[in-house]
Nanobody, 115 residues
Framework: QVQLVESGGGLVQPGGSLRLSCAASGVIFSIRPMTWYRQAPGKERELVAM???????NYADSVRGRFTISRDNAKNTVYLQMSSLKPEDTAVYFC?????????WGQGTQVTVSS
């Protein structure tokens, strides 16, 4: 019943920008913290950014100042605005939420930063 559907990935040049979206259904979205993760080839999955139900945010050191996480509770959607993109940002990006001690993940969206 709980579903997370991601969109917005693609190919972008270094220094460019991209906005990812994750739409949730089957849950009372407005009270749930939401998190973005990413996984690059050959690396472990890492936390990128999180946002609480009232809009308090935290970021990984590698993206702080370049990425912005936000949410629109009326649309049941969390966003990740990415700017000043670097080749090392290339990864599959996932959104995640926890409900009744279980983690729910989106399908992932590919972001490739290359010239």
């Amino acid at each position: 019943q709980v579903q997370l559907v991601e969109s917005g990935g693609g190919l972008v040049q270094p220094g460019g920008s991209l906005r990812l979206s994750c739409a949730a259904s089957g849950v009372i979205f407005s009270i749930r913290p939401m998190t973005w993760y990413r996984q690059a080839p050959g690396k472990e999955r890492e936390l990128v950014a999180m946002i609480t139900s009232i809009g308090i945010t935290n970021y990984a050191d590698s993206v702080r100042g370049r990425f912005t996480i936000s949410r629109d509770n009326a649309k049941n959607t969390v966003y990740l605005q990415m700017s000043s993109l670097k080749p090392e940002d290339t990864a599959v990006y996932f959104c995640k939420m926890t409900l009744q001690s279980r983690d729910y993940w989106g399908q992932g969206t590919q972001v490739t930063v290359s010239s």
